[in-house]
């Protein structure tokens, strides 16, 4: 079986802000690689994997 989209443990995740005005710490750190910042994150996927054929559909559903 042939494969025409393959997705191997993708993971995507958004900083937590903190509430409030905005903060030098904050611009700053929106600069930075969120994997190397270390703090908290809220996950909208983690380790998902998908195989789709040829000729199958596929659709993403969410509130975004």
């Keep these: 079986m042939s494969t025409a989209l393959e997705l191997e443990n993708v993971w995507k995740a958004y900083p937590r802000w903190p509430a409030g005005g905005r903060t030098l710490r904050a611009v700053v ?14 996950w909208a996927l983690r380790n998902v994997s998908l195989t789709v054929a040829p000729g199958e559909c596929v659709g993403i559903i969410g509130p975004n």
């Design 29 to 42: 750190g929106r600069r930075v690689p969120l994997f190397l910042r270390g703090g908290e994150q809220d």
